[in-house]
């Protein structure tokens, strides 16, 4: 009898064991995210921002490919919110996509858990509130897609990761903004432009005024970091650029790109990239980090500059003098487009026979691309993710006042396999508004705490059942 209890007990152990390893699957990572009003003075002007937990801008998101990620959403504000997770793929969850088209919004004071899947993505994004002109007033941040350990990446691994978030800034509110497109009227010359929500440097007393907080980023001298900037602003092509220093370019948007170095690279609106910097110049002093507005009259706009500082460890002084040049040519894109041709892009005036000139064989994918004017850009789009996307421009005040469409992606044969079912927590807006249920916080829960609870209740029914054999 002891003999075949105790067999018995073996297989049950080995059947808890084999159901624990079948939820084990691919890690979760949870984030916290309290959306609210703080205020700030970036330019100098107090005025009202949008942050993530206090921040402004919000954390960096920071996972692996393959991860399973849960972010619950506290809306503070006093309007309606979703959060957008530019660049990721939503493989199957098109629920989750936070834009207005595919998901009803956060209430105010509501919350809301987002469930996704990174799948088989990798590069750097960001993210941004994508109702009623929000982004214009914060509420950003950075994603980082990280390769999984067992998968090389085309360089040698980096000292570290910087994360800087670029973009033109109004003194304004977005509220105040978006009453000026609904008036008609334009929005009219930047106030600024800030790096990582901060204003200037002050390399010049005439333009920029006392009292400024500016960005400053340390590094070890010698060290190689990877430096991923996302264009986060409102409608502002930026030349971005650290002062003798050259970047090597790595990475759009997920994919990884011939490398080569620039010593300025032009970042469009809702455009992310990451560079290969190495600190490998004298620490006599410190060194400019510019981000400047581009196709514009340099005198006119010279204000709308953010300047940050790249520090060494063993600095030895301020930056100082004028800042690198960017590049001359308002009334002439052609070092832009040469520069969008070296990670694999093309320009001219198309024709029919433009299509025997696509590049199909190694062309990047990218979640944004720029079209210049009087040009043309060609987007090859796998409709290979059922659900319903959105396609836009990225430059914010012509999103917010209509320039975008849909696109409905249709399997014929409903499978999950192709698409997850519409999540337990969905929220329900317009003509479903009667479907909505009250809010119940508890009801937030992801696939991850389901399984942890069926294994607790296999392990006491395991327990009860030795307890019997006994």
């Not at 005040?397 to 192709?418: C, M």
Request: glycine residues 8%; charged residues 15%.
């Amino acid at each position: 009898m002891a003999s075949s209890t105790w067999s018995f007990q073996i297989t049950l152990i080995c059947i808890f064991l084999f159901m624990e390893l079948s939820f084990a699957g691919d890690p979760f990572k949870f984030f916290n995210f309290e959306v609210s009003y703080i205020e700030a003075s970036p330019l100098g002007v107090p005025q009202q921002v949008i942050a993530i937990n206090g921040k402004f801008p919000g954390p960096t998101m920071n996972v692996t490919t393959n991860d399973n990620v849960v972010v619950n959403v506290r809306n503070k504000l006093d309007e309606e919110l979703l959060l957008h997770w530019s660049g990721v793929q939503q493989k199957k969850t098109s629920w989750q996509d936070g834009l207005p088209g595919t998901n009803c919004p956060i209430p105010s004071r509501w919350n809301w858990t987002y469930q996704f899947q990174v799948k088989d993505q990798i590069g750097s994004f960001f993210y941004f509130p994508s109702l009623h002109f929000q982004r214009a007033s914060g509420g950003f941040g950075g994603i980082t897609i990280n390769n999984r350990g067992e998968i090389p990446i085309p360089f040698d691994f980096p000292y570290d990761d910087i994360t800087i978030m670029i973009g033109d800034w109004y003194t304004r509110n977005h509220t105040a903004l978006r009453n000026t497109l609904l008036a008609g009227k334009d929005l009219g010359k930047p106030d600024g432009v800030l790096i990582n929500g901060k204003g200037p440097y002050r390399y010049n007393d005439t333009i920029v005024p006392d009292g400024i907080d500016y960005e400053t980023i340390t590094v070890h001298p010698g060290k190689t970091y990877r430096i991923r900037v996302s264009n986060v602003g409102i409608s502002t092509s930026l030349n971005f650029r650290i002062q003798n220093h050259n970047l090597l370019l790595a990475e759009a948007e997920g994919s990884y790109t011939v490398q080569q170095n620039y010593t300025s690279l032009d970042i469009h609106v809702g455009q992310s990239y990451s560079f290969l910097v190495t600190m490998n110049q004298n620490a006599s002093s410190d060194y400019y980090i510019v981000a400047s507005a581009r196709f514009v009259n340099q005198s006119q706009w010279q204000r709308v500059t953010g300047v940050g500082i790249l520090k060494y460890t063993n600095s030895k002084g301020k930056a100082h003098g004028p800042l690198p040049e960017p590049p001359q040519d308002e009334f002439d894109k052609t070092f832009s487009m040469n520069q969008a041709r070296s990670i694999r892009m093309d320009y001219g005036v198309w024709s029919d026979n433009s299509r025997g000139t696509y590049n199909k064989w190694d062309g990047i994918a990218r979640t944004t691309t720029q079209v210049f004017p009087g040009a043309w850009t060609a987007i090859l789009v796998s409709l290979d993710n059922v659900g319903i996307w959105n396609l836009r421009t990225e430059n914010l005040d012509s999103w917010f006042l209509g320039q975008e469409t849909y696109i409905r992606v249709v399997n014929s044969e409903p499978s999950n396999k192709t698409e997850l079912p519409m999540p337990d927590n969905a929220l329900f807006c317009g003509q479903l508004n009667k479907l909505q249920k009250p809010q119940d916080i508890s009801s937030a829960k992801s696939m991850r705490g389901d399984a942890y609870n069926f294994s607790f209740m296999m392990l006491l029914l395991v327990s009860a059942i030795f307890a019997v054999f006994q």
